[in-house]
């Protein structure tokens, strides 16, 4: 048993923090329909993977679920038109992270008409579709992770043909504060879900599919059990109210007793995890033809002055979206797209929704109030804490001693920045902030180093290259000397005077 096992063995099931969820103010409005901005702008790149590549010129009038921009490679996703109009603009605008840097993005003008492109090809029954062909569908409508991992659904699909599914896992926890787009979806939505995962388990080939969501959303559960009624093989678990209950490794754990190596994928143990989100994005694009072009989204905190959960088209800016829901309420100390704990803290609210953004939080100077950090006490809350059975309080302190390799031997690659340790930490320490910046630094030697290795291959091939047209120019100029040579001995024998000497029988 290696060190990691041993501490995750000690530790048990109580890993994890309990943060107040912040949940009910948004999850018990009903659903708001937010009309059409002026103008949306939608980011090439809001998927795992390659940048999708635009396809419409400016000027363009296109339709709603229309294609704008096409995949490219195996990893990636295309984008459609969220409403009907003009493309007025293919540039960069800021992109929702927290460096603010700009990226590619398509502007759409919106004409108000709202005018759906026909749907094509729907199968007269989808749940007889074969495998590839509802993994087809889910890739040309552009679904990815909903859940903010927005890794391109299809891909995940198909590894059912490569490995050996068993189980399909769908994750209905939403364990982060505030956000409660899952549990809103699942309360109204569930037959969609539902269809959405029997898809999935066409597609993947999985015998059995369990939703896990957690205790504390009750409607939920009721909702989606009365929906998955009749389907032998969709169980509905609720799960403890545990953050972070959501991380796909602890759900498998969780729902299957099976545990995901450190160097594995979930398929290896014959599990794949979906978001509720992908669910319905799937049963749209397969049995209604739509891509995805809106997603709903929770706009919360204290300083919302409407909190709730409002279905927003992709390519909206936040900013639009805060207008719409009332604006703020006094001060916004920080925006966050996303949760509290693994959210991106936005630089302004000039920034578009994208596939993965599951809410929008104007949080407020008390939420938002960061403490000075003190020495570590060395009280192993942390460890405690910790999801993945790791010792963060020793790898922060390897990282402050730029001893990143001894970091990395600790576990540092298993950790998924939930940011338990940090919340738990008595003495404010930001051990998170640590391992984003220990894992950026090393992401960058590992870029140094393949840079290097690539200028060394392309020196040596340049000298293979050179030696071999050197070569190649020496033989070229021998086989020359050798055809003029052969040519001034064949004009010479043809010049020569003919012979003066009688042939016989001649008389001299």
């Not at 063995?9 to 409005?29: C, E, F, I, S, Y």
């Not at 009903?30 to 702008?41: G, K």
């Not at 994208?354 to 020495?375: R, Y």
Request: glycine share 8%.
């Amino acid at each position: 048993m290696d060190f990691s096992s041993l501490i995750k063995k000690l530790t048990g099931k109580h890993w994890g923090v309990h943060p107040a969820d912040h949940k009910r103010p948004a999850a018990d409005q009903p659903v708001h329909a937010v009309p059409l901005p002026q103008r949306l702008h939608l980011m090439l790149s809001q998927h795992v993977g390659a940048a999708a590549r635009p396809v419409v010129l400016v000027g363009q009038k296109v339709r709603k679920g229309e294609l704008i921009a096409a995949a490219q490679g195996n990893i990636s996703a295309p984008l459609h038109a969220p409403t009907s109009g003009v493309i007025s603009a293919i540039g960069e605008i800021t992109a929702p992270h927290a460096s603010g840097l700009p990226a590619m993005a398509i502007t759409l003008t919106v004409d108000g008409d709202d005018r759906w492109i026909e749907p094509e090809n729907l199968p007269a029954d989808p749940y007889a579709l074969a495998a590839a062909d509802v993994a087809a569908r889910v890739a040309a409508a552009g679904v990815v992770g909903m859940g903010g991992a927005t890794f391109p659904s299809s891909v995940k699909l198909n590894l059912g043909r490569r490995s050996d599914i068993d189980t399909l896992i769908i994750n209905g926890s939403e364990c982060e504060p505030y956000l409660s787009c899952d549990d809103r979806l699942m309360r109204d939505k569930a037959a969609e879900i539902v269809s959405g995962i029997r898809l999935m388990l066409v597609a993947t080939g999985a015998g059995c599919a369990k939703v896990g969501i957690e205790d504390n959303k009750p409607e939920a559960i009721a909702a989606m059990g009365e929906a998955a009624r009749g389907f032998d093989n969709i169980t509905i678990v609720p799960v403890p109210a545990r953050y972070p209950m959501g991380s796909d490794r602890q759900l498998i754990v969780e729902l299957t007793g099976r545990e995901v190596p450190s160097d594995a994928r979930a398929a290896d143990v014959g599990v794949i995890v979906h978001n509720v989100g992908t669910a319905r994005a799937v049963h749209d694009a397969v049995v209604l033809g739509r891509p995805l072009v809106s997603r709903l989204v929770t706009v919360n905190g204290a300083a919302a002055a409407m909190p709730g959960n409002y279905e927003v088209p992709l390519g909206m800016l936040v900013s639009d979206l805060i207008a719409f829901t009332g604006g703020a309420r006094g001060e916004v100390a920080r925006l966050v797209m996303g949760g509290p704990m693994m959210g991106t803290l936005l630089p302004h609210a000039r920034v578009p929704v994208v596939k993965g953004t599951s809410g929008i939080l104007l949080l407020d100077a008390k939420e938002a109030e960061a403490l000075e950090p003190e020495a570590c006490i060395r009280c192993s809350s942390c460890v405690k804490a910790c999801p993945m059975g790791l010792l963060p309080l020793e790898m922060s302190a390897r990282i402050r001693n730029d001893d990143l390799d001894g970091a990395m031997d600790l576990g540092l690659a298993d950790c998924i920045a939930c940011g338990c340790c940090a919340y738990v930490c008595p003495s404010h320490i930001p051990l998170v902030q640590y391992f984003y910046h220990a894992k950026g630094d090393l992401s960058a030697r590992e870029r140094a180093k393949l840079r290097t290795e690539s200028t060394k291959k392309l020196g040596v091939a340049r000298q293979e290259r050179l030696e071999r047209e050197a070569r190649e120019k020496a033989e070229a100029a021998a086989r020359r000397k050798a055809e003029r040579a052969a040519q001034q001995a064949a004009a010479a024998a043809a010049a020569a005077p003919a012979s003066t000497e009688p042939k016989k029988g001649e008389i001299a």
